[in-house]
């Protein structure tokens, strides 16, 4: 009978310090400040406008996607991402990016885009 109450209590142990790892390890923050990214070590969630006056690179046989967002201070980054394009890239007013800065960019493992929403409320036209 001790065996059991010992043997449940070791399980109990290893997955509570089993999730205590894998909640270290995928805390990820926010930065709106392109300048804080290059010097964070971990995944981090950037948001910012896609620069579109730089315009996008897609290399179809690698799949890699290039562009460049700005952040609210006006600071600009490269982001590479490995994937195709995400939908409504083009039409979309800022990105959330998830990643690393390593190298020189920002490398993204997943992009969010946000786009200007078809249900926002119409200015009434005004009667001629």
């Known amino acids: 009978m001790k065996n059991k109450y010992i043997f449940g209590g070791g399980i109990i142990v290893v997955f509570l310090g089993f999730m205590l790892f894998l909640f270290t390890q995928t ?16 995944t981090i969630k ?3 406008e896609w620069v579109k006056e730089k315009h996008y690179q897609f290399n179809s046989s690698k799949r890699i996607l290039t562009f460049f967002l700005r952040d609210n201070n006006g600071n600009e980054i490269k982001v590479v991402y490995n ?45 001629s």
């Open 27 to 42: 805390n990820v923050s926010y930065e709106n400040d392109f300048t804080k990214i290059k010097t964070v070590d971990k």
């Open 46 to 48: 950037a948001t910012g």
């Open 83 to 127: 994937g195709s394009i995400p939908n409504n890239f083009e039409s979309c007013t800022s990105m959330v990016v998830t990643g690393k800065y390593q190298n020189g960019y920002f490398q993204a493992s997943d992009i969010l885009t946000k786009c200007p929403s078809k249900y926002e409320e119409q200015m009434p036209q005004e009667a």
